[in-house]
């Protein structure tokens, strides 16, 4: 009962931050008000109260594993393929050179013990894609540039952990196996590879049995919600087993998330259907699931900074998170200048500092309270991780404003689409003055179109409501009629759009978005069932 209570406020507070962001911090990325509502969860006390302590191995399993997986799924295998080789820089190579780097730095310049030092600088090797659109939130970025720090992030949470467990093993037995510790990196990631290609063709090859046998399928039971189901519960099912038999967990959702993609591109028209409400399923769980990220974040940072008494320690850990950020962005600037951006400054700086540290980072700091080390050194790697992570989401913010170039203006864009919404309303209503409707038929026709507008008052709506429970079922020639009034009128809306197409490109993101709600208004008049 406890978890639920907890997954249900997490969940709660996630939506209302979703909410508030659209209805008035829209100019502002999502997670930052999901970031400021946590922290509100963990200051109020009887809130607080209600959500459990936070589990690392939970973490990993409920929200970063499908995140990771569905993330996988909107990438196409075919730019990992073209990348391959910049991926193993990045994610082997790379890290590799910033736990080096960042582990002696720690050591000679504070004297700390030197597995310590090894250990928190495989914290801060991960990074993570739902943070990073947090700082380039109305940004434009270069394609390359989200090519790479996409496919990064994907990978490198493997390299990570891996990495973790040889330093938490060198902290507690005091020994470090160096050929040991490269064979398991090599058997968790080649298994990781195999596991995922392997299971995500077997259940693509159920699915899509399934899907050509229930695509035509008229009867009350249909095979679509199982097979949607199963599709949800991959990434929890396939983290789960790859856990257990000792291979990356993170790899085989991630690949299995890119064959999918794979899947996807080849069987949108299978069953339309089912491809069109499993991407409509996926987003609003990419959606809840980053959103609840930083509602954690936010709740457990609260949480860290109430135990903290400020001393000399807190101090120490806070500059050494500093440090760790510093030494990951001078190695990744480096690195990619060097090898993969040409010598191009700019691109190499993006990258640079578009690597934002968030859920990953967090979970691989809250593992060490499930190994036997010292209460004092897991606080100060908890503390040093926040300031990390919270550096890597501030910095960027900021210096990315006078970097990037700007996106067309959110307000802008609304303005602008209100007024073409309105002008393509307007057009359908002068077109269908010009056929005969039954005066009933054209009075709720015009309602609706209006209320596409939002121009409907509550007592409007209060009243259409009356009307339509009062009103008996229409017979089955008069509900044929009526759609088919409503899907010209649709098509009328669709006319306008496509003779303005070429003259909005300029918002193609919002004309877009106009063209597709006519779209699935028109379907909700093609349906078999009654009203």
């Not at 939130?137 to 490198?156: A, C, D, M, Q, T």
């Not at 891996?162 to 990196?185: C, D, E, F, G, P």
């Not at 998170?321 to 993006?350: M, P, S």
């Not at 809306?493 to 779209?519: C, D, H, M, P, V």
């Amino acid at each position: 009962m406890d978890i639920l209570i907890s997954t249900l406020v997490i969940l709660f507070t996630t939506n209302l931050a979703m909410v508030f962001q659209k209805a008035y911090f829209h100019k502002i990325s999502v997670n930052y008000v999901a970031l400021f509502f946590g922290m509100i969860l963990g200051l109020v006390p009887l809130l607080n109260n209600l959500v459990e302590d936070f589990q690392s191995e939970v973490f990993m399993e409920l929200i970063v594993a499908p995140l990771l997986f569905f993330e996988g799924q909107n990438t196409q295998l075919y730019y990992v393929k073209r990348f391959w080789k910049s991926i193993v820089g990045l994610t082997v190579v790379m890290i590799v050179i910033i736990e080096l780097v960042a582990g002696f730095s720690l050591y000679y310049l504070t004297g700390m013990n030197m597995a310590f030092c090894f250990l928190l600088a495989a914290i801060a090797t991960p990074t993570d894609a739902t943070a990073g659109e947090s700082v380039t939130h109305g940004l434009k970025v270069p394609r390359k540039v989200v090519y790479y720090l996409r496919n990064e992030s994907l990978f490198n949470d493997a390299s990570g952990l891996v990495l973790l467990a040889i330093m938490v093993s060198w902290y507690v037995n005091k020994n470090l196996v160096i050929i040991k510790s490269i064979s398991q990196l090599f058997i968790a990631v080649i298994g990781g590879i195999a596991l995922g290609i392997i299971s995500s063709l077997l259940l693509a090859m159920i699915r899509q049995r399934t899907m050509q046998s229930s695509s035509l399928e008229d009867s009350s039971f249909s095979l679509n919600t199982p097979v949607q189901i199963a599709y949800l519960m991959t990434p929890f099912l396939l983290y789960f087993l790859a856990e257990e038999i000792h291979v990356s967990g993170v790899i085989t959702v991630v690949v299995a998330g890119l064959v999918h993609n794979a899947e996807h591109q080849r069987s949108k028209l299978t069953n339309p259907q089912m491809v069109f409400v499993g991407n409509q399923l996926s987003n609003i769980f990419t959606d809840v699931l980053n959103g609840s990220v930083f509602v954690i974040l936010g709740l457990v940072l609260v949480r860290l900074l109430e135990e903290d008494i400020f001393n000399s320690q807190t101090i120490m850990a806070i500059l050494v998170g500093i440090l760790l950020y510093v030494i990951n962005i001078l190695i990744r600037y480096l690195y990619t200048f060097l090898t993969e951006f040409r010598h191009n400054q700019k691109k190499a700086w993006t990258f640079s500092l578009g690597g934002v540290h968030g859920a990953v980072t967090f979970a691989l700091a809250y593992t060490l309270t499930e190994e036997t080390i010292k209460l004092s050194d897991i606080h100060f790697a908890l503390l040093a991780s926040s300031t990390l992570i919270i550096l890597s989401m501030v910095v960027p913010t900021i210096v990315f404003r006078f970097l990037l170039p700007k996106k067309v203006a959110d307000l802008d864009q609304i303005k602008e689409m209100r007024k073409v919404r309105k002008d393509m309303v307007e057009y359908a209503m002068l077109e269908l003055d010009k056929i005969y409707l039954p005066e009933a038929l054209r009075r709720q026709l015009l309602y609706d179109l209006k209320a596409q507008l939002d121009e409907v008052s509550m007592k409007d709506f209060l009243k259409e409501m009356n009307t339509t429970v009062r009103r008996p079922d229409l017979k089955p020639h008069d509900r044929e009629f009526r759609d088919e009034v409503y899907r010209y009128a649709f098509r009328l809306e669709r006319n306008y759009l496509g003779q303005i197409a070429q003259s909005e490109q300029k918002y193609r993101e919002g004309f877009l978005k106009l063209y597709r709600e006519t779209l699935m208004a028109e379907i909700l008049f093609l349906g078999t069932k009654e009203d």
